[in-house]
């Protein structure tokens, strides 16, 4: 289906083949794009984690905007958002899944929104796979810090959650927000049907 969206340059005169595809080839600037964002999203985690566990450890929970914020230390064995607790080395798997997924699809990466989304679902997974590779209780079982919780101190008004998660989220309502819209992986628009003189779609 990739050939849907390659435009095609008429052959020379003396060439009987007919037209040949061109085919777009990556852009580093866009994989330069989803590297740094992702780099970004995974140092300020992991420093935002370094500062709770060290200074929120057996505290009770820090009001933060008269009580918009509460900021507390919880070690979540789940998902995002404390969503399937123990599971936590098919959690592992997943999110090494979605890294090595990402990692494959760089190559063809041409759209700076796919670069930036990508880029933040990279960091958030990469800042909770981290957790679970190096925190107690060990090596793919190891439980994510999580410190922010909204409204009510424990998770009471939306479960506890830390910038990885926060990544994760708005990276994904992007990929979301670019499908809606038409926006292709390698920079073309699905509803686009912008052709040239010889009939093939033009990719911009």
Known sequence: MSD???PYRPADEDDPT???PVVPTPRPRRVLMLTLIALNAWALDLGAKIVAVRHLEGRPPVTVFDGLLYVQLVRNAGAAFALATGMT???TLIAVGVVVAIFRVAGRLRSPGWAVALGLVLGGALGNLTDR???APGPMVGRVVDFISVLEPDGLAWPVFNVADMAICVGGALLVLLALLGREL???RSRDDSRDEYGNRIVR
Do not use: A, C, I, K
Request: zero cysteines; a negative charge; aromatic letters at 20%.
């Open 133 to 135: 590779m190096f925190r």
């Open 18 to 20: 007919g037209p040949l």
């Open 186 to 188: 390698d920079g073309t």
């Open 4 to 6: 849907l969206f390659e």
């Open 89 to 91: 080395w098919l959690l």
